[in-house]
């Protein structure tokens, strides 16, 4: 008899026991959930490539230096779809970040066109002179649109990658063009400057040059090996027409989902790994050109004359761009910078 009570009180006690802990468990799942913050984060930059490995870096610091609780899921090869769809799936919350170039980046604010007139800069130096003239300016408009700036770095030089052995601007502006899809007006741009200017996502590039759509491009060497579009265009003209910024950034509101101290530590190192990618992207550029031209491709350089041309076809397109792609003011201190004046 003294049994037949003891083992309901005893069962009932169990089931309390094991609610309670149930509970407990349950109760602390939910508080580790809440404390950690998934990032997807794409990127056009091809798998292997000097970019998503310096992603796969950052997300394998953060997830130590936070103790498991962010995790970096990154998406290359354009997976995500172009610059521009990665803007947009950004602002609607399906992705938190995104290492984009400028292309990208004035998606969310037109003045980061500054950072890339045609023929403006000519080196390294003069290219960190406009971008350290703008980046605090950059960064806090971005901020406003909801988008924190991790890292800034480089993505090379823009070269015009063609099918004719000519160099001069009459026969680039014959070519079917490339130009990057946007309705920011830049297509117009290039057509008003005398290019047959086709407006293509990059994601396009490849079924555009194998479908004979487009038979010519502007692109860094980097990206030209990486995605093997230069098979379809067997010379690249030696002129730097523009530079490439990179930049990766993640949506404020999933940033400060992270404790302040966390944050800090992921910045700084963001930061570092920035800088390390950009030594390496100007370290290897010479050395993508080297492995072309050794699968056939030809470096083409333009005469003194022709180089003029095309100087004067750029210069042409500043009154274009000036207050319409890019912001007087901000035009303005570009080409200040840019010619090293304050």
């Not at 870096?57 to 172009?82: C, F, H, K, Q």
């Not at 001069?168 to 290039?190: M, N, R």
């Not at 509101?253 to 944050?263: A, L, S, Y």
């Not at 022709?306 to 210069?315: F, I, L, N, R, T």
């Given at each position: 008899?003294?049994?037949?009570?003891?083992?309901?009180?005893?069962?009932?006690?169990?089931?309390?026991?094991?609610?309670?802990?149930?509970?407990?468990?349950?109760?602390?799942?939910?508080?580790?959930?809440?404390?950690?913050?998934?990032?997807?984060?794409?990127?056009?930059?091809?798998?292997?490539?000097?970019?998503?490995?310096?992603?796969?870096?950052?997300?394998?610091?953060?997830?130590?230096?936070?103790g498991g609780a962010v995790t970096l899921r990154i998406y290359p090869d354009g997976v995500a779809g172009d610059e521009s769809d990665m803007v947009r799936k950004m602002r609607i919350g399906q992705l938190q970040g995104a290492m984009i170039t400028n292309a990208g980046l004035s998606r969310f604010v037109s003045e980061a066109n500054a950072l890339t007139i045609p023929l403006a800069v000519d080196s390294w130096e003069s290219l960190d002179r406009v971008r350290n003239a703008m980046k605090p300016r950059l960064e806090k408009l971005l901020e406003e649109q909801g988008i924190v700036v991790l890292n800034w770095g480089d993505a090379g030089w823009v070269r015009f990658f063609v099918n004719n052995p000519d160099p001069s601007v009459k026969t680039v502006q014959k070519a079917k063009l490339f130009v990057w899809s946007s309705d920011d007006g830049t297509a117009d741009v290039w057509k008003a400057s005398g290019f047959n200017a086709i407006p293509l996502a990059s994601t396009d590039i490849l079924p555009g040059l194998q479908t004979g759509m487009i038979n010519a491009y502007n692109s860094t060497a980097t990206m030209a090996l990486a995605s093997q579009w230069f098979a379809f265009t067997p010379y690249m003209i030696d002129m730097p027409w523009a530079p490439l910024i990179g930049v990766t950034v993640v949506t404020k509101d999933t940033w400060e989902k992270i404790p302040e101290t966390t944050r800090d530590e992921l910045k700084r190192i963001a930061e570092d790994a920035g800088q390390r990618l950009q030594k390496e992207v100007r370290r290897i550029e010479d050395q993508a050109i080297s492995e072309m031209q050794k699968r056939g491709l030809k470096v083409i350089k333009p005469s003194e004359d022709q180089y003029k041309e095309w100087q004067k076809v750029a210069q042409a397109s500043y009154p274009k761009i000036r207050g319409s792609l890019i912001p007087t003011q901000w035009f303005d201190d570009a080409m200040r910078a840019a010619k090293g004046e304050k």
């Amino acid at each position: 008899m003294i049994f037949g009570i003891i083992r309901p009180v005893v069962i009932y006690l169990f089931l309390q026991i094991f609610c309670t802990v149930s509970m407990f468990t349950m109760d602390s799942a939910e508080y580790e959930s809440s404390r950690s913050v998934v990032i997807k984060m794409a990127t056009l930059a091809p798998s292997g490539s000097a970019w998503h490995e310096n992603l796969k870096e950052i997300a394998s610091e953060w997830n130590r230096a936070s103790g498991g609780a962010v995790t970096l899921r990154i998406y290359p090869d354009g997976v995500a779809g172009d610059e521009s769809d990665m803007v947009r799936k950004m602002r609607i919350g399906q992705l938190q970040g995104a290492m984009i170039t400028n292309a990208g980046l004035s998606r969310f604010v037109s003045e980061a066109n500054a950072l890339t007139i045609p023929l403006a800069v000519d080196s390294w130096e003069s290219l960190d002179r406009v971008r350290n003239a703008m980046k605090p300016r950059l960064e806090k408009l971005l901020e406003e649109q909801g988008i924190v700036v991790l890292n800034w770095g480089d993505a090379g030089w823009v070269r015009f990658f063609v099918n004719n052995p000519d160099p001069s601007v009459k026969t680039v502006q014959k070519a079917k063009l490339f130009v990057w899809s946007s309705d920011d007006g830049t297509a117009d741009v290039w057509k008003a400057s005398g290019f047959n200017a086709i407006p293509l996502a990059s994601t396009d590039i490849l079924p555009g040059l194998q479908t004979g759509m487009i038979n010519a491009y502007n692109s860094t060497a980097t990206m030209a090996l990486a995605s093997q579009w230069f098979a379809f265009t067997p010379y690249m003209i030696d002129m730097p027409w523009a530079p490439l910024i990179g930049v990766t950034v993640v949506t404020k509101d999933t940033w400060e989902k992270i404790p302040e101290t966390t944050r800090d530590e992921l910045k700084r190192i963001a930061e570092d790994a920035g800088q390390r990618l950009q030594k390496e992207v100007r370290r290897i550029e010479d050395q993508a050109i080297s492995e072309m031209q050794k699968r056939g491709l030809k470096v083409i350089k333009p005469s003194e004359d022709q180089y003029k041309e095309w100087q004067k076809v750029a210069q042409a397109s500043y009154p274009k761009i000036r207050g319409s792609l890019i912001p007087t003011q901000w035009f303005d201190d570009a080409m200040r910078a840019a010619k090293g004046e304050k």
